[in-house]
């Protein structure tokens, strides 16, 4: 006779062994590499957080604290962040927050996958703004302006989100797809199919701040397929 609570045990052993483990990474200032971005630890909204902002105009995408020792090409990444508009930003500054992915790791950084959101477009009156609440870029070649002059809709999509408080975030790479998922959703707000740095990229994953931005952010979990 099979012994039921055993073999329970042999299988949830069997699983433990077989199915990846997510990985929290803590998010120091020593654990980060600074890219045209200042980074200092703080408490925002009850949560010990890096809070990411850039001090002067940049001339790229490439804004981002670099994680450390990170090697990182398919998997789930989530973590928990928050975008305002800082008080001298311009008019079209939007909290701009987000994930960066496979992030060369060499000097300049050279290429890059980012999911970004714009917490202020998530509850605009405008409906064309708020269709504009989740971006993907990818660097080299592929800025927001290029992908929406040129395939209009495709790489972005509404979000309910709201400026200056936690938004959960969740990114799953597989090869040539990434799919963006917002505050628990069982379904993707944003998918990607043709990542524009091919599948085969890997590299390090980054916090992202856009313009006239302060960013924060908490609980980072990185999870491996492979």
């Known amino acids: 006779m099979v012994n039921k ?4 045990t042999l299988v949830l052993s069997v699983l433990m062994f077989i199915l990846p483990k997510a990985q929290k990474i803590p998010l120091r200032s020593a654990e980060v590499v600074p890219y045209q971005v200042t980074v200092s630890e703080v408490k925002y909204k009850g949560k010990n957080a890096l809070a990411i902002q850039i001090p002067e105009p940049a001339d790229n995408e490439k804004t981002l604290a670099l994680l450390k020792n990170i090697d990182f090409h398919n998997g789930i990444i989530e973590a928990t962040i928050s975008g305002q508009a800082l008080a001298n930003a311009s008019e079209t500054a939007r909290g701009f927050v987000g994930i960066a992915f496979r ?14 959101l714009r917490p202020t477009n998530g509850r605009a009156n405008d ?9 993907y870029i990818s660097w080299p070649g592929y800025p927001w302006e290029k992908l929406r002059k040129e395939t209009p809709e495709k790489y972005e999509a509404y979000a309910d989100m709201v400026p200056a408080e936690w938004i959960r975030v969740k990114i799953e790479v597989k090869d040539e797809t990434a799919k963006l998922y917002v505050n628990g959703a069982c ?3 944003l998918i990607v199919n043709d990542l524009k740095q091919g599948g085969n990229l890997c590299g390090s994953i980054g916090l992202w701040v856009g313009p006239g931005t302060l960013g924060h952010f908490t609980d980072l979990k990185i999870t491996k397929l492979d």
Do not use: C, W
Request: no cysteine; proline share 3%.
């Open 5 to 8: 609570k055993l073999l329970g």
């Open 187 to 189: 379904q993707p707000v």
């Open 103 to 116: 992030v060369a790791s060499d000097e300049d950084i050279s290429k890059m996958e980012v999911f970004y």
């Open 127 to 135: 409906q064309v703004r708020r269709n504009h609440s989740t971006q």
